[in-house]
C-alpha cells in the first residue's frame, strides 16, 4: 500500500484546504494520475499518485482543512482492475463494454465551482461552453471568453446579489482558506515591519508618446500588447540597482541584499490577490518584461500558477489605476521591504516652465520598511523613478 500525502506547498505555507477528489475510492489509478486537487492561499495544487494501482481510501473529504505531509489517500499497487473514471465524471468497470446504443445518456458537463456560480447568476447555457480544464472542466475563464463576456477582476458572492425585494437583511459567509491566509499575510506584514508611505506624482506624456509611436508596429511585428507596466518594471529595476538597500530583506539582525531582481506583479485574480513573480527583471529586455507580465497575469487569472511562480519575490508593483482608484498606501509584501503602487492616470493642470498645462499625471506610492529603509532613501528611489518615467530614453540607455 503506498500512502499519498500532502507535498511541500511553498515557501511559508503549511496548510491547505481540500478542493475537489479527481480519483474515487475503487478507481483504478496510473502513475501520474491527478488524484486529489489542494486550494491554498496562492494557488490549486494538484497532487499526483507515485504508483499505478487502486486509490483504496481517502483519509480527507472535500472542505477539510489538511497540513503538510498529511495522509491523504492509500493506493494498493498490486491490486488490478478497478473503476476507470470517465470524461464527464461517470466511472465504471475497466473490463466493462461501454454501451453502444444510440439512445446511450449525454456525458454530463463538468464545471469548476467557481463557473457553476457564475453560470447560475447570469443563465449562462454551459453546454454551449468549451472546457479547456484536465478532462474538460469548464473554467471561469471559459465561461466568460465563450459567453462573450467581459472578464472580471472578482465576482462577488450571489448572496450579495439578492434583490432589495428578498426581504433578507444580512447573510453570513465562512471566509475560504485562501481569504484568511490573505489576512493573515497582511496583517503579518503591518505587525512585522515599520510600515511607512512615500508619494510623489509622475507626468506620463512622454511614456504616452513613446507608447503611441510604438504599440501598434509592436503588437503587429512581435505580438506583444505594450503596457505602462513594462516601463515601471524597468525603472523600479535601475532604481534599484542604485538603492539596493529597497531590494533587500530583514533577517534577525541582519541585512541581506539580493543582487537579483524579482518584480511582484500584484494580480486580482477570482480567489483573491495573488502576486507571481517576473524573475530575473533586471536582465530583461522591454518586449520579453511585457511578454512576462503578460503571462503571469494569465495564469493567475486561470489558476494556472505554479509555486515558482510565486516564490523569491524581492520587491511588488500593485497597479490600484486600473479600477478606478486615484491614490493609496499598499502594503507592503512582507518579508519584502517594499511596494511601488500605482494608480490612475488623470489629467490635471500643473505648471510647466511657468505655464498651465493640462497634462496626463499619475500619482505613484512607496511603502517601505522604515527599520532598514530611510526617509531620504525611500524618496530618493521615488524621485529616480519619476526622473526615468518623465524621460524613457534614460531607460534605453539604461
Given at each position: 500500500?503506498?500512502?499519498?500525502?500532502?507535498?511541500?506547498?511553498?515557501?511559508?505555507?503549511?496548510?491547505?484546504?481540500v478542493s475537489r477528489w479527481l480519483k474515487h475510492e475503487g478507481d483504478a489509478v496510473?502513475?501520474?494520475?491527478?488524484?486529489?486537487?489542494?486550494?491554498?492561499?496562492?494557488?490549486?495544487?494538484?497532487?499526483?499518485?507515485?504508483?499505478?494501482?487502486?486509490?483504496?481510501?481517502?483519509?480527507?473529504?472535500?472542505?477539510?482543512?489538511?497540513?503538510?505531509?498529511?495522509?491523504?489517500?492509500?493506493?494498493?499497487?498490486?491490486?488490478?482492475?478497478?473503476?476507470?473514471?470517465?470524461?464527464?465524471?461517470?466511472?465504471?468497470?475497466?473490463?466493462?463494454?461501454?454501451?453502444?446504443?444510440?439512445?446511450?445518456?449525454?456525458?454530463?458537463?463538468?464545471?469548476?465551482?467557481?463557473?457553476?456560480?457564475?453560470?447560475?447568476?447570469?443563465?449562462?447555457?454551459?453546454?454551449?461552453?468549451?472546457?479547456?480544464?484536465?478532462?474538460?472542466?469548464?473554467?471561469?475563464?471559459?465561461?466568460?471568453?465563450?459567453s462573450g463576456a467581459p472578464r472580471m477582476a472578482a465576482v462577488p458572492p450571489?448572496?450579495?446579489?439578492?434583490?432589495?425585494?428578498?426581504?433578507?437583511?444580512?447573510?453570513?459567509?465562512?471566509?475560504?482558506?485562501?481569504?484568511?491566509?490573505?489576512?493573515?499575510?497582511?496583517?503579518?506584514?503591518?505587525?512585522?515591519?515599520?510600515?511607512?508611505?512615500?508619494?510623489?506624482?509622475?507626468?506620463?506624456?512622454?511614456?504616452?508618446?513613446?507608447?503611441?509611436?510604438?504599440?501598434?508596429?509592436?503588437?503587429?511585428?512581435?505580438?506583444?500588447?505594450?503596457?505602462?507596466?513594462?516601463?515601471?518594471?524597468?525603472?523600479?529595476?535601475?532604481?534599484?540597482?542604485?538603492?539596493?538597500?529597497?531590494?533587500?530583506?530583514?533577517?534577525?539582525?541582519?541585512?541581506?541584499?539580493?543582487?537579483?531582481?524579482?518584480?511582484?506583479?500584484?494580480?486580482?485574480?477570482?480567489?483573491?490577490?495573488?502576486?507571481?513573480?517576473?524573475?530575473?527583471?533586471?536582465?530583461?529586455?522591454?518586449?520579453?518584461?511585457?511578454?512576462?507580465?503578460?503571462?503571469?497575469?494569465?495564469?493567475?487569472?486561470?489558476?494556472?500558477?505554479?509555486?515558482?511562480?510565486?516564490?523569491?519575490?524581492?520587491?511588488?508593483?500593485?497597479?490600484?489605476?486600473?479600477?478606478?482608484?486615484?491614490?493609496?498606501?499598499?502594503?507592503?509584501?512582507?518579508?519584502?521591504?517594499?511596494?511601488?503602487?500605482?494608480?490612475?492616470?488623470?489629467?490635471?493642470?500643473?505648471?510647466?516652465?511657468?505655464?498651465?498645462?493640462?497634462?496626463?499625471?499619475?500619482?505613484?506610492?512607496?511603502?517601505?520598511?522604515?527599520?532598514?529603509?530611510?526617509?531620504?532613501?525611500?524618496?530618493?528611489?521615488?524621485?529616480?523613478?519619476?526622473?526615468?518615467?518623465?524621460?524613457?530614453?534614460?531607460?534605453?540607455?539604461?
Amino acid at each position: 500500500m503506498t500512502s499519498i500525502k500532502v507535498p511541500p506547498l511553498g515557501e511559508s505555507i503549511v496548510e491547505a484546504i481540500v478542493s475537489r477528489w479527481l480519483k474515487h475510492e475503487g478507481d483504478a489509478v496510473a502513475p501520474g494520475d491527478t488524484i486529489v486537487e489542494l486550494e491554498t492561499d496562492k494557488i490549486t495544487v494538484e497532487v499526483p499518485s507515485v504508483t499505478g494501482g487502486v486509490l483504496r481510501r481517502h483519509h480527507a473529504k472535500e472542505g477539510d482543512v489538511v497540513k503538510l505531509d498529511q495522509l491523504l489517500a492509500d493506493v494498493d499497487e498490486k491490486a488490478t482492475g478497478g473503476r476507470r473514471e470517465e470524461e464527464g465524471g461517470r466511472r465504471e468497470p475497466a473490463a466493462a463494454p461501454k454501451p453502444s446504443t444510440p439512445t446511450a445518456a449525454k456525458e454530463p458537463v463538468r464545471v469548476s465551482p467557481a463557473a457553476q456560480r457564475i453560470a447560475a447568476e447570469t443563465g449562462a447555457d454551459l453546454s454551449r461552453v468549451q472546457g479547456t480544464g484536465r478532462g474538460g472542466v469548464i473554467s471561469k475563464a471559459d465561461l466568460l471568453e465563450g459567453s462573450g463576456a467581459p472578464r472580471m477582476a472578482a465576482v462577488p458572492p450571489s448572496s450579495f446579489l439578492l434583490p432589495p425585494s428578498s426581504g433578507v437583511r444580512e447573510t453570513r459567509e465562512k471566509m475560504s482558506t485562501r481569504r484568511k491566509r490573505i489576512a493573515e499575510h497582511l496583517l503579518e506584514s503591518q505587525h512585522a515591519t515599520a510600515h511607512l508611505t512615500t508619494f510623489n506624482e509622475i507626468d506620463m506624456s512622454a511614456v504616452e508618446a513613446v507608447r503611441g509611436r510604438v504599440k501598434e508596429r509592436i503588437e503587429k511585428e512581435q505580438g506583444v500588447r505594450l503596457s505602462f507596466m513594462p516601463f515601471f518594471v524597468k525603472a523600479v529595476c535601475a532604481a534599484l540597482r542604485q538603492f539596493p538597500t529597497v531590494n533587500a530583506q530583514v533577517d534577525g539582525d541582519s541585512i541581506v541584499y539580493r543582487h537579483y531582481v524579482n518584480i511582484g506583479i500584484a494580480v486580482a485574480s477570482e480567489a483573491g490577490l495573488v502576486v507571481p513573480n517576473v524573475k530575473d527583471a533586471d536582465g530583461m529586455g522591454m518586449l520579453d518584461i511585457a511578454r512576462a507580465i503578460v503571462d503571469v497575469a494569465k495564469r493567475a487569472r486561470d489558476g494556472k500558477l505554479t509555486m515558482d511562480d510565486l516564490s523569491g519575490g524581492t520587491f511588488t508593483i500593485t497597479n490600484g489605476g486600473v479600477f478606478g482608484s486615484l491614490i493609496s498606501t499598499p502594503i507592503i509584501n512582507f518579508p519584502q521591504v517594499g511596494i511601488l503602487g500605482l494608480h490612475k492616470i488623470q489629467e490635471r493642470p500643473v505648471a510647466v516652465n511657468g505655464k498651465v498645462e493640462i497634462r496626463p499625471m499619475m500619482y505613484v506610492a512607496l511603502s517601505y520598511d522604515h527599520r532598514i529603509i530611510d526617509g531620504q532613501l525611500a524618496v530618493l528611489f521615488l524621485i529616480r523613478i519619476k526622473e526615468l518615467m518623465e524621460d524613457p530614453a534614460l531607460l534605453a540607455i539604461d
